[in-house]
């Protein structure tokens, strides 16, 4: 069993950043391939970012280039690094933790306006 617990969100202005944590209970998190999803108000649940066990990283189409997923394996972590934030940025984000099962983490709210 794994929990996942989200943290680091909040209101911030257009062209500010935020970063966001997600710490992970369970001796293995080294092999988890670890996701950031996020989900808008009337919208599907989109990924946004992952990072394998190896490090790999792959992004959104929509955040390449101003979101960097990270992972520090000694600390069970993950970060998602947000800078040059939009409003249409603004949802719940999510942490995902896969590799034999999947976990989900509560989410973290992030809203982008002025």
């Known amino acids: 069993q794994v929990q996942l617990v989200e943290s680091g969100g909040g209101l911030v202005q257009p062209g500010g950043s935020l970063r966001l944590s997600c710490a992970a209970s369970?001796?293995?998190?080294?092999?988890?391939?670890m996701d950031w999803y996020r989900q808008a108000p009337g919208k599907e649940r989109e990924l946004v970012a992952t990072?394998?066990?190896?490090?790999?990283?792959r992004y959104a189409d929509s955040v390449k280039g101003r979101f960097t997923i990270s992972r520090d394996n000694a600390k069970s972590t993950v970060d998602l690094q947000m800078n040059s934030l939009k409003p249409e940025d603004t949802a719940v984000y999510y942490c995902?933790?896969?590799?034999?099962?999947?976990?989900w983490g509560q989410g973290t709210q992030v809203t982008v306006s002025s």
């Open positions: 995902k933790a896969r590799f034999v099962n999947v976990y």
């Open positions: 990072i394998t066990s190896s490090g790999i990283t």
């Open positions: 369970g001796s293995i998190f080294s092999r988890y391939f």
